[in-house]
């Protein structure tokens, strides 16, 4: 039955809970463990219809309610996306994941605060065939959450064929606001993908040339995708919205914004709601990043076509090679982002580029209009005094070292920590992530950067005057006000964290969630210490 017998390093393994470690875990605390919602999660190839013409060949994840609310799980019909499994604070999960890919496979819990043998390391991926039962309860804030496969150097491969799904955690302060739910709670997933002629997925980071530049830029597909359909269009009421947005693009950035102007109103980061609802002209959103709307279409005429674009920004910063200054000019035309669209093939798309994300039709039913409640979470204030490193923050340089990005000038070690990745269970901490790698030579690339096991909090930005003004292209769309694990780090630009490590000792991961560059071993290690 359990399949997952490589607990790794024993040493980090010796605090956890759960069946996955048969063994290495006391019988009492697995006894203890009754499960509210079990699932079957099985990732296999299948096949679906995305464009005229012959279906295409994906990777998918079905489940299956075992015991439990069958309402706990929805599909998304018609898309390889999903599924979306909707789960309450306070309850315990167990699932039972199936490997049915040709290639090794384990499942991350994307913004989960989990015991690290629950958390998708790569280390604990299983072979085709294989098996992992996953045990935790869920203490999350309530929140817009995801999970994804996480094997080493695959994970690129394997979220672009298709395996993604929602994993939407509710609490008792999140209902007692009665926003927008069921069909008026739509969950919205962004991809851009690119298609050979026979509709069949291209994913273009194969060998030689091509194939390194695509990944050392990061894929770029030349159709967007909204749930696994491309062209996206939806009838909506003329009512108020809660719209939750998931970036699962491998690279692509967008800067999302309605076609007639009107602001965004954002009520929810990562981690779950702001302390109160923000307005932004537009909304940065890099891989793996989630941001939630409240939408009112109530003032919109019956009949009306909004849509929401993704407008353009430069997304490169360097401009100290006096000729080349134009690559990182509105647009984001050639440089690093034109490399991926030689080594991508078919790639019309740059990073940076604009178009249409998802149509939207407003319904003939009469209008209701709603308010936005003017308060929605406690957040507790940013304390970085209580810091053990405030003036001496834990460093982390964006490096380039030959053809693979790195972190420190190092690159990912299956098992390893250095000393100086290591930090003490129940601390708090100051990050800082300097993105000054490339610069000079070709502008320097944006790094959306990851962290498990936490949800930290952004202290502070501050950007290299010669990136300044592809900085500002992106920079009004930030929402750094409530609880991230994902933060965007553009070229030239430092930004500080505070991350406090209060929930699971062991070994965790932070990488970038530009997959490419992960897959290509821009992610480390670090070991919270009990
Ligand atoms: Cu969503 Cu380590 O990843
Ligand atoms: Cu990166």
Redesign the pocket.
Known sequence: MHAFQRPGRREFLGAVSGAALLGAVPTLARAAFIPDLELELRAAPDQVGILRGPATQVWRYHARVLQGDAGAVSTLPGSYLGPIIRVRRGMRVRIHFINQLPQPSVV?W?GMLVPEAMDGHPRFAVPPGGQIVYEFEITNRAGTYWF?P?PHGLTGTQVYGGLAGLLIVSDEEDRALDLPGGEHDLALVIQDRSFGPDNQLHYGSGGGMGGMMTRMAGFLGDHILVNGRPNAMLDVERRPYRVRLLNGSNSRIYKLAWNDGTPMTVIGTDGGLLAEPVQRPYVTLAP?ERVELWVDFSARAAGDDLSLQSLAFAAQGGSMMGGMGGMGGMGGMGGMGGMGRMGGGAGALDQGASFSVLGLRMGSGAAVAGKVPARLAHIAPLQPEQAINLNNPRTFHVTAGGMAWGLNGRVFEMERVADDEVVRLGSTEVWQFVNEAGMGMMGGLPHPL?I?GVQFRVMDRRVHPQASSAWRSLSAGLVDEGWKDTVLLMPGERVRLLLRFADHPGLF?Y?C?NLEH?DMGMMRNFLIRA
């Open positions: 991350h994307h994804h996480h793996a990851h498990h991961l990488h969630h992960e």
